[in-house]
């Protein structure tokens, strides 16, 4: 099956700072690419998702890149604010979409 | 529009103790539905998977089962709990077709 790695599992930054957050997978006929945030003791939530057909997509303060070749996606969040700071997933979804893997997760910390 | 509710919140079970969740989605039909476990400052693993009524797909082997009564109802099992099987379990859905994965609130089970 597939497999996501996620890189760092730990993050500080300062307020105003970028964060990226990177992710690998192994299965090339996965297709879909979601991240999600995860406050504390909260469900995850989406905040942006990509699809193999597109190589950047960008909403507001959050970016996700997406490199097929190289099978990697990233997360970018610029001007970063003490609200940004939670556990952030990756994931990656096969072409039938009906199983989800989710890489280990990023804690960020925004300091203000 | 679409809900997904998930109970209980919280419980706190003895070892060799039974175990049921419940998860329901609202405003959908045949939806795609998902048990994940989350382990204390972990990723999220997934436990199971169900396209349809009575079709169940296991991840991983372990003390857990999963069954599918209704389109809309999934339910995750346990005949004996151990202590391993202390928790956050979140449920979730996707639409047939779509590709958003949407979480539950989630249950949070300690076993003493």
């Known amino acids: 099956g597939e497999n996501v790695e996620q890189h760092p599992s730990t993050l500080s930054v300062q307020e105003g700072d970028s964060a990226v957050i990177k992710c690998t997978y192994s299965?090339?006929?996965?297709?879909?690419f979601p991240w999600y945030k995860q406050e504390l003791g909260k469900r995850p939530q989406l905040i942006i998702d990509?699809?193999?057909?597109?190589g950047e997509k960008k909403d507001q303060r959050i970016a996700v890149t997406l490199n097929k070749t190289a099978k990697h996606f990233s997360l970018h969040i610029t001007e970063t604010q003490p609200e940004d700071s939670a556990v952030y997933f990756c994931?990656?979804?096969?072409?039938?979409?009906?199983?989800?893997?989710f890489g280990t997760g990023t804690s960020l910390t925004v300091i203000p | 529009s679409q809900t997904i509710h998930q109970w209980p919140a919280t419980l706190v079970q003895p070892v060799g103790s039974p175990l049921s969740l419940e998860c329901t989605v609202e405003?959908?039909?045949?939806?795609?539905l998902y048990w994940y476990r989350q382990a204390a400052g972990r990723g999220l693993q997934l436990l199971f998977y169900?396209?349809?009524?009575?079709?169940i797909s296991s991840e991983v082997p372990q003390n857990l089962s999963a069954s599918r009564p209704q389109d809309r109802q999934f339910i995750l099992s346990s005949k004996k709990l151990l202590l391993s099987d202390s928790g956050f379990y979140l449920c979730?859905?996707?639409?047939?077709?779509?590709?958003?994965?949407?979480f539950g609130a989630g249950s949070r089970l300690t076993v003493l």
């Open positions: 979730a859905w996707r639409g047939s077709g779509a590709n958003v994965l949407t």
């Open positions: 299965d090339s006929a996965s297709n879909y």
């Open positions: 990509i699809r193999s057909n597109v």
């Open positions: 994931a990656a979804s096969d072409g039938i979409g009906n199983q989800f893997y």
């Open positions: 405003g959908t039909s045949n939806p795609n």
């Open positions: 169900s396209i349809g009524i009575g079709q």
